[in-house]
Structure formats: structure tokens, C-alpha cells
């Protein structure tokens, strides 16, 4: 008899045996999982049981007088069933916040449970600033080696975190102290976006749940159950800093645990989560195999740190109600009026570098704000130059806000502003762009990346501007003021105006300009330029020659040079060469595989001003995957190179068996005398294109598979798709078999709750010997 | 109660007694057969071929063929509790001053990277049934339960390779079975091995 959920007639029963009917129980139960599903979770078939397995707590250990000690606790996710965990990198980074030789993963085994170390992970690849790291599972806890690819672990799928609204609910899961506890989740709602240069304007997510340190690197969900964020915030160690670190083992050896001995630093709460799209290239690589050799091999955190002396600096901070296309301010205000419902803070940088942890606390009329504060975390830009910190899309309540940036701890630049009443007339400056001019004054290229030339204009919107008031424009390059125009006004109350500035002597060299523009004595509107390149048309000419090549030969093209590779190469190399670049200047490169990125970097130009055979490699652990690569660089936010290479067949192979939606099907198999668990038996799922009479015994017909552990009890280390009718056959030995076909998963069923199904299978016992 | 004399049984006819003695007979003989006729199905075998590779052999009937992974193809004894007794057959590209001791030693160390408790037994010579020279290496490890939410306690595991290096590649034959059963089981290898045709 087979019976699931009061409509069991539609199952066909077989049974092998002439001797005896074979005597089937099948009943559905439910095993709730931590706190009860929301009911459209369950509406929509989210495994929240799946997401609990798929959620893992790290502890990053390193070498100690006899044996290992932790020195960084948190959490992740499981991405991939061949274990790639998605995660924060300051946790797990070697040399960053902690020393680490091992990375331990746990699992929560049961629900309510502390999680149990089982594997060994190696970072993959990570992003320093992004504070992302995916990792891969490699080793048993045991030591042993993980076969690729040998693993089925329970995952999760990344959802779309750019369609994120204000208001949606969310749920964050992760491990709340040194993982003494069981799984904790918290439930919230998205309360706004931050925007930063990195990221755009969702740069960072802000969620109403509590979100406690350890939980850094763990998971967010929507209702659909998609991983849209991961809880992030980096613990400062500068010293001074208010540090919670917890002393728990002997570092030391010396058989005491005192202050000598290492601790684990933990953040305060979060309310910062990175969002997931973020994230979605890095998967994407670590998917494929894929490096990008230039930094994987180059330890950045060290080699930025050589390079930058002194410790880090901010200049004053300078509010905007808006920024413009190339990331800088639209204008400077002391006050918005009410009904503003963005607000971006600017502020000039020295002498940051990867690493670095920075933190913006916002309050309104004394009281703490949440929404517009920036947990702690690791800087996200270059060595210096110009950042913001902002949101748009949300009310601004009236009030006085006051804000306070903090680096390492350590408060280091506080501003105001008012939001409120009616929009007050002052004097102010706006919306510089730049233009470059030929010696008779007509244009040639506009935008905020100029050809080398020999004029630069600048032009601008003044408002409010009564005649007489002083003001005063100041061209600067690479911080160095260049030339100071004081005057007073007499062009009118409001319009647009234009000042130039022409080289003293020779020409302008390629680098960083500024221009600032007060207003009497108040910073009104300023506009950052990079000269860069040749003048060509109307763009700057920077790049050209992009080629690509299988090898590197005495610093040129090797190998295969072209731009199909019929048989895959083990390496892919872009070469490009350049012209009058300044040292210093900020510029993006990133590859991307069939149109999707997943490596990007900005950095600050290191290399000489110009030159030939520049080149970025991409690498493999075997050989490249078939697919269409592509190498882009970007300055100022502007698409300079683009050009892009077939590998094999020119396009990703199709992976099949990655989507996390489905039914996690578990159960047990008992003894229909004895109602004891029968430990060894088989249980089999066929694919929904067969039934039990077309088994041959051939494992490409079956879905799943799992044999019953010394309880009896059996899980499928894979979901299993809605909407299908399986054929399902058990066997023990010396029992009788089971089989049914017609066993439909759907999401109507009401006895499936959080995407999960219990089965209880009996079997009787076969008398013939 | 009502009572019923007693009356003395009647002795069985000649042809009772044979009739029941056959009705014995036929029962015991049917068994007999059915139990012949089950160890046959069980020691029963069908083909495998695979032109690719160049391989033809019988494995035992009802085992689950997989021929998914980076081998020619495996089956593995499914109906079977505790360790699925297992044969396969997989394909190493070697160079050509490779020998069967490079194989064996190249195989011993991914295999002590990745099976816990690996421990070679013996290594040794061996002529197959069609004659050709192959190396025999048996091994012992500690097979677990490789789903991580499942209790199961480990399994000692028995193995067994036989190489051989031909046409500038070795083939391994690969033959596991439960520690405890091995014995009882190793005659399925002799089996496939007189099967098995490169």
C-alpha cells in the first residue's frame, strides 16, 4: 500500500515477488526547520531546509605550538553543489585581519544544533575591496583530498539584488557567536541603498534585521529564497580602536590563555549587506576555473602597502544632492530643503590602501540613524583620490544630520547639514564638464577624459549670483595648485560660464586636474579631469593594438596570435599598447566571458607614460572553458578598449543540474515487522522519462540515489524538479522490493511545506532465503 | 461434550504413501531448482562494450552500469547492503618508457591523497587468462558515507588493480568489495578478467 497525502490511488505498485504482495507505507511528513516559513515562502517552494545546509560557519586557523588556533569566525554560503562558498574575504584572506593556514567549514548537521567541522576550504578568488571571497571546498576534515567535481552539497542560487525596493522583506542567516550556537536567522526589511564609486548606487543594501557580527559573510534572501546580500562588516585592529576580541585559546603554548594569546576580533552589529550581484563574476569564475593571473599570483594587500607611506587621510566633507556621470559632485550645499530624497557625501582621500577599515555614523538631531550610517568596513577605493557616500530614492526626514567618517576607529572628519524648509537662494556654482580646445578656440573633444591638448575649458551653471560678490576659480594637478583666478562676479544672476586654462610653458602632461569653484568664501562646485592619450576626433586616443595570443614570448605575443583559438590554450593573453598615461591615474580592466564580466579591477596607472605590449592573463587550472572572452578598459568610466576572442567553440558549455529549486527528499526505510530503520538500503529516483519496467540497471536513467545510513534514514544530495512525475524503486537486501511509479512533486501539494518531503518507506522482509 | 469413539487409523495404501513421498519429492525438487535457477540469475552475466575504447567484457547482471565519470565504465553491486562491490575500467595515457610499476606508484599516491586509511597489501605479477602479463596490486581504505547528513560507520574496503600496458596505454581494472566479503566475492574479478577482451 502506498499512501502520500490521502490521494495514493494514482500509484501503480509492483512487486518482483510471486511469493508475497509487497506492502508499501509511504507517508508525507513534515520536519519544520528552525522558525516557521512565511507562508509565501512556502507558497513558492523556498527550501528554507536547504538554505539552512547551505549555510556554513568558518573558522580560519592558523599554525600554533602544537596544533591549530582560530583567528577569524564567520559565516558563508554554499554557491555551488561542488563547493565554492561565497563569504567576506576579511575573514579568510590570509595576512588581511588574520593569519590563516586552514579554513575550516562547518555544517549545520541538525537544525538546532552548532555546526560540526567537516571539510577544509582554499580561497579561490577574492576582491579586497568588495570584501568578497569565494572559497572551494578542497579537503575532508580528515585531511583527505576532495576529487573535483565528487561532491553534492545542498546550495543556494544567487537572486537578482538589483529589482531590491525599499520594503522588501528579507532574511538573513548566519552563525551568531564563535559557533558555540545553532544557526540563528533574523528577519527585516531593505530600509535604503548606499550608494559608492564602487558599486554604483547599490553599492551596499541596508536591512532593518539584526545582523550580528559572526553572521558577517552570510546569506540574505528574498521571498523567492535567491541570495541577494551578504551581511558585511570588517572588525578595525588599529590600535585604539573599539575592538571586541575574544580571547578563547593558548596561542602561545606556554599552557595559559592570558593576553599574550591571539584573539578573534568581532565586529559590532551589521546592517550592511554587499549585494549579490556584486558577487555574481567572482561564482563565475570560480565556476569556471578561471584566474586572472596578474593578481592571483601578486599578493596585493603587500604590494599596496609598500607603496603608500603614511597613514591615511580625508579632507573635508562636502555634501551634494546629486552626482553625475563620471562619479563627482553635481554641486556643494550646506542645505537641502524638505521633500530631498538623495544626499551624497564627498570627501578627498590620501594614502588609503586594501585593508583599511572606514565607517560613516549618521545621526538626525542627536539620534543614531541607521539607514544613512555605514557599518565598518574594508575601503573599497585606490590610494587617493575622490569619494562619495550617498543614497538617492529615499526621504530625507527634516532634521539636522550630522555624520562622521571614521578610519580605523578613529573619528577623522565631521560635517552638517540641515534638511528642511524651502529651497533657499544662495549663491552656487554646478554641473562642471570639461572640453578640450584647439589655439583657435573651437572644440575638439568634451567630457572628463581629454585627449593631451593644448586649452582646457571648463564650463559651468552659476545660480543665484548677485554682481559683486568675490569668487574665485583654482585649477589643480595631481593636488598641486596650478593657477588661482580670483574676481568678482559680473556675468549675471544665473547661467552658464566657461574659464580656461593654457599650459605656462611647453604642454599639459597627461594626469589628474581639478577645478574648484567657490562662491565667496564657501566651496561651491568642483570638476576632476584626466588628461590621457592623444587626440583623435573626438575621443582621446589611449589604447590601440589590442591583440590576443596563446603565450608570452620575451615580453611579446607567443604562441597562437589571433582571435579564435580552435583548441583551447591552458592561458589567454590580451596585449595592448598605450600612450601618455600619467602615473596615478585611476583606470578599470576587466574580462568577461559570453558578455558577462567576472574580473574587475580599478586601479591607479603604475606603468611608464607610454609604451607597447602591455598584457592581462587569464589562466586555468586545466584549460580555458570554450566561450567568447572579452578584455574591456574603462577611465573616468569610459570604454576605451574593447575586443574579444573565441575559445574552442566560442560559447560556455550548458551546465546542467545547477538550479537550487526543487523538493528535498529525505526519509527512512523500516522494517515492516519491526519498525526498525534497515541500514544499507537502496533508494532510487528514476528520471521522469522512465518508469520501473524501463530500468535496466543503467545509472544514466537514474535522478538520484541515496543508501540508508545505520538509522535507516536516506536523503537525495540533489532537488528534485517540480512538476514531474518520478518512478521511484527501494531495495534491501533480503527484503522485498518497492517500486511506484506516478509520484508527482508539485507545488500545490499540501502536504509539501518548506520545499521539503519526509518519506516513511516500509519493506517487508523476503522469507526466501 | 459429545464423544467420539475411538477408532483404530487405517494404514496408507502403497499408492498414498507414493503419492505423498512424490508430492515430497517435487516440492524439495522445485526448490532445489528454484534455487539453482536464482544463483544462476544471480551469477549470471551480459555484455559490455565499448568500440571507443576498444573493450569488451561481461560484468554481472543487475549490477548498475555508470559509465559517467573519467572511466570507461563502472558497475557496482547496488542491490547489495553496506559497500557496493564494485569493477571498473578505466584508461591512463602514459609515456612510452612507462611501466606498469609507474602506473601502480602514481596510482598509490592519488589514491593515499584521497581514501582514508589506504594501505597497500601486495604487489605482484600476474597472467591473464589470454595471456598477456599484467601487475596485481591489492589495497586496503576506510570507504565513509559521502553525504555529509548521513550517519553511517565506515567501511573497510578491499581492492584490487590489475594492470596492463598496451598500445601505449594502461588499462586498470579495478575490483572493491567489502573487506569481510572479499573472499567470497573475488571470483566475480576472475570472472570479468576472463571476460575481458582489449
Known amino acids: ?769 | 461434550m459429545q464423544q467420539f469413539p475411538l477408532v483404530p487409523e487405517r494404514p496408507l495404501t502403497r499408492t498414498q504413501r507414493w503419492a505423498n513421498a512424490l508430492v515430497v519429492a517435487a516440492a524439495l525438487i522445485t526448490l532445489g531448482v528454484g534455487l539453482i535457477m536464482k544463483d544462476q540469475l544471480m551469477s549470471g552475466t551480459q555484455p559490455f562494450q565499448d568500440l571507443a575504447a576498444g573493450i569488451l567484457a561481461q560484468y554481472p547482471s543487475g549490477w548498475l552500469l555508470d559509465r559517467s565519470g573519467g572511466y570507461v565504465f563502472q558497475v557496482r553491486d547496488a542491490q547489495s547492503s553496506g559497500f557496493h562491490t564494485m569493477l571498473g575500467v578505466s584508461i591512463l595515457p602514459i609515456g612510452g618508457d612507462a611501466k606498469a610499476r609507474n602506473v601502480l606508484d602514481a596510482l598509490t599516491l592519488e589514491r593515499a591523497r584521497s581514501l582514508a586509511a589506504y594501505d597497500v597489501l601486495s604487489s605482484a605479477p600476474l597472467t591473464l587468462p589470454d595471456g598477456d602479463l599484467a601487475t596485481r596490486l591489492e589495497y586496503v581504505y576506510v570507504a565513509s558515507e559521502s553525504n555529509p547528513f548521513l550517519q553511517a560507520v565506515p567501511t573497510v574496503v578491499h581492492g584490487v588493480d590489475v594492470v596492463v600496458i598496451k598500445r601505449g596505454q594502461a588499462i586498470v581494472v579495478t575490483f572493491r568489495a567489502e573487506a569481510d566479503r572479499f573472499d567470497k566475492e573475488e571470483w566475480r574479478l576472475e570472472q570479468f578478467l576472463a571476460s575481458l577482451e582489449f
Open chain 1, 1 to 769: 500500500m502506498i499512501k502520500k497525502s490521502g490521494d495514493w490511488s494514482s500509484f501503480l505498485l509492483r512487486s518482483n515477488s510471486k511469493l508475497l504482495i509487497a506492502f508499501v507505507l509511504m507517508t508525507l511528513a513534515v520536519a519544520p526547520i528552525g522558525e516557521a516559513l512565511p507562508i509565501a515562502q512556502a507558497q513558492t517552494g523556498v527550501s528554507f531546509a536547504n538554505i539552512i545546509r547551505a549555510t556554513v560557519y568558518l573558522a580560519s586557523q592558523f599554525d600554533v605550538p602544537g596544533g591549530q588556533a582560530t583567528s577569524c569566525a564567520g559565516s558563508g554560503t554554499i554557491v555551488s553543489p561542488d563547493g565554492l562558498i561565497l563569504t567576506n574575504a576579511h575573514n579568510v584572506v590570509n595576512g588581511l585581519q588574520c593569519k590563516v593556514d586552514a579554513i575550516v567549514v562547518s555544517l549545520s548537521m541538525r537544525p538546532n544544533d552548532p555546526p560540526e567541522p567537516k571539510y577544509y576550504a582554499e580561497v579561490e578568488i577574492y576582491d579586497l575591496r568588495l570584501d568578497l571571497a569565494v572559497l572551494r571546498i578542497t579537503r575532508q576534515i580528515d585531511g583527505r583530498i576532495i576529487e573535483p567535481g565528487s561532491l553534492s552539497l545542498p546550495f543556494v542560487e544567487l537572486g537578482d539584488s538589483l529589482t531590491l525596493r525599499l520594503d522588501d522583506t528579507v532574511v538573513v542567516f548566519g552563525y551568531r557567536d564563535l559557533g558555540d550556537d545553532a544557526l540563528t536567522l533574523s528577519r527585516g526589511t531593505i530600509i535604503g541603498f548606499i550608494a559608492e564609486p564602487l558599486g554604483g548606487e547599490r553599492a551596499w543594501l541596508k536591512t532593518s534585521a539584526t545582523v550580528v557580527g559572526t553572521m558577517s559573510g552570510g546569506g540574505v534572501y528574498n521571498a523567492q529564497g535567491r541570495l541577494i546580500g551578504i551581511p558585511t562588516a570588517a572588525p578595525s585592529l588599529a590600535p585604539g580602536a573599539v575592538l571586541d576580541c575574544r580571547r578563547v585559546q593558548d596561542t602561545t603554548g606556554d599552557g595559559i590563555v592570558d593576553s599574550q594569546d591571539g584573539c578573534i576580533p568581532i565586529v559590532g552589529f551589521i546592517n550592511s549587506l554587499r549585494p549579490a550581484h556584486l558577487a555574481r563574476g567572482m561564482i563565475r569564475a570560480a565556476q569556471l576555473g578561471i584566474r586572472y593571473m596578474g593578481h592571483v599570483a601578486t599578493p596585493v594587500v603587500e604590494a599596496a602597502q609598500e607603496a603608500v607611506t603614511g597613514g591615511p587621510e580625508v579632507g573635508a566633507i562636502h555634501f551634494s544632492p546629486a552626482v553625475n556621470e563620471a562619479g563627482q559632485p553635481t554641486t556643494f550645499v550646506t542645505q537641502l530643503p524638505a521633500g530631498a530624497n538623495s544626499l551624497y557625501l564627498f570627501f578627498d582621500y590620501r594614502n588609503m590602501r586594501p585593508g583599511v577599515v572606514y565607517e560613516l555614523r549618521a545621526t538626525r538631531n542627536g539620534d543614531s540613524q541607521s539607514t544613512f550610517s555605514q557599518s565598518p568596513a574594508l575601503w573599497g577605493g585606490q590610494t587617493n583620490g575622490l569619494w562619495y557616500i550617498g543614497s538617492a530614492g529615499q526621504a530625507w526626514q527634516n532634521g539636522v544630520y550630522e555624520f562622521t567618517l571614521l578610519i580605523e576607529g578613529r573619528a577623522v572628519q565631521t560635517a552638517q547639514i540641515t534638511i528642511g524648509g524651502s529651497p533657499a537662494a544662495s549663491p552656487s556654482f554646478s554641473d562642471v564638464s570639461f572640453g578640450l580646445l584647439d589655439l583657435q578656440g573651437n572644440d575638439i573633444q568634451v567630457g572628463y577624459v581629454l585627449g593631451v591638448g593644448d586649452i582646457i575649458a571648463a564650463r559651468f551653471i552659476f545660480r543665484d549670483m548677485p554682481d559683486g560678490l568675490p569668487w574665485t576659480a583654482i585649477w589643480y594637478y595631481e593636488g598641486m595648485e596650478l593657477r588661482r583666478d580670483e574676481a568678482t562676479w559680473n556675468q549675471g544672476v544665473s547661467g552658464a560660464a566657461t574659464v580656461n586654462i593654457r599650459p605656462q610653458s611647453g604642454g599639459f602632461v597627461p594626469g589628474r586636474y581639478r577645478l574648484e569653484l567657490w562662491a565667496g568664501d564657501r566651496l561651491s562646485a568642483l570638476g576632476d579631469l584626466i588628461l590621457a592619450g592623444g587626440q583623435e576626433g573626438v575621443f582621446a586616443r589611449i589604447f590601440q593594438n589590442l591583440r590576443f595570443s596563446s603565450d608570452i614570448q620575451a615580453g611579446e605575443p607567443g604562441g597562437i596570435v589571433a582571435s579564435s583559438f580552435a583548441n583551447r590554450p591552458a592561458g589567454l593573453y590580451a596585449f595592448i599598447d598605450w600612450q601618455l598615461i600619467g602615473a596615478g591615474t585611476p583606470w578599470t580592466y576587466r574580462w568577461l566571458v559570453d558578455g558577462e564580466a567576472f574580473f574587475e579591477r580599478t586601479e591607479q596607472w603604475a606603468a611608464p607614460e607610454s609604451g607597447a605590449n602591455f598584457w592581462s592573463r587569464l589562466g586555468s587550472s586545466l584549460l580555458l572553458p570554450d566561450g567568447s572572452y572579452t578584455y574591456e578598459i574603462l577611465i573616468g568610466g569610459q570604454l576605451f578598449v574593447t575586443g574579444s576572442a573565441r575559445v574552442g567553440m566560442g560559447q560556455l558549455p550548458v551546465t546542467a543540474g545547477s538550479r537550487a529549486t526543487g523538493v528535498r527528499v529525505s526519509g527512512e526505510v523500516l522494517d515492516a515487522a519491526t519498525q526498525e530503520g534497515i541500514p544499507g538500503a537502496l533508494v532510487i529516483v528514476l528520471e521522469a522519462q522512465y518508469s520501473v519496467v524501463d530500468f535496466v540497471w543503467d545509472a544514466a536513467q537514474i535522478l538520484a540515489m541515496s543508501v540508508t545510513d545505520s538509522q535507516g534514514r536516506f536523503e537525495f544530495d540533489r532537488l528534485l524538479p517540480y512538476g514531474e512525475f518520478y518512478s521511484m524503486i527501494v531495495i534491501g537486501e533480503r527484503y522485498l522490493p518497492l517500486t511506484a511509479d506516478g509520484i508527482e512533486l508539485n507545488l500545490a501539494d499540501p502536504e509539501l511545506e518548506d520545499g521539503q518531503l519526509e518519506f516513511r518507506l516500509e519493506l517487508n522482509r523476503d522469507l526466501v532465503p
